[in-house]
């Protein structure tokens, strides 16, 4: 099992960018597809992006293709979302989730089993 830990976070102003980090803890990381979904409020916890465990293949939603990129170094055991040309529309609580079953192709929130804490983005127009 890993424990994931997201960072990177703040406020940007409408086209600027974040990086996100997602650490995990646990020996077992690179065996793990990842995955970022994000949370407004008021709305459902939405799919972001995922990737598989080798890094290999990666899925976006409409909504962020072409402007986030998902990628990890299993040598630090840390996961990324790295963000540009952020819309008002992209503020949200950001998580990382693992799945132990590899299915980077899912997005579907239920299918991951471990998940951080969040951490806040906030884009101002």
């Known amino acids: 099992q890993v424990q994931l830990v997201e960072s990177g976070g703040g406020l940007v102003q409408a086209g600027g960018s974040l990086r996100l980090s997602c650490a995990a803890s646990?020996?077992?990381?690179?065996?793990?597809?990842m995955g970022w979904f994000r949370q407004a409020p008021g709305k459902e916890r939405e799919f972001v992006a995922a990737?598989?465990?080798?890094?290999?293949?990666?899925l976006y939603a409409d909504s962020v293709k072409g402007r986030f990129t998902v990628s990890r170094d299993n040598a630090k055991n840390t996961l990324y979302l790295q963000m540009n040309s952020l819309k008002p529309e992209d503020t949200a609580v950001y998580y990382c989730?693992?799945?132990?079953?590899?299915?980077?192709?899912?997005?579907?929130?239920?299918?991951?089993?471990?998940w951080g804490q969040g951490t806040q983005v906030t884009v101002s127009s």
């Open positions: 990737i598989s465990w080798s890094g290999g293949n990666t």
């Open positions: 646990g020996r077992t990381f690179s065996s793990y597809a």
């Open positions: 989730a693992a799945d132990s079953l590899g299915r980077w192709y899912v997005k579907r929130s239920a299918a991951y089993g471990t």
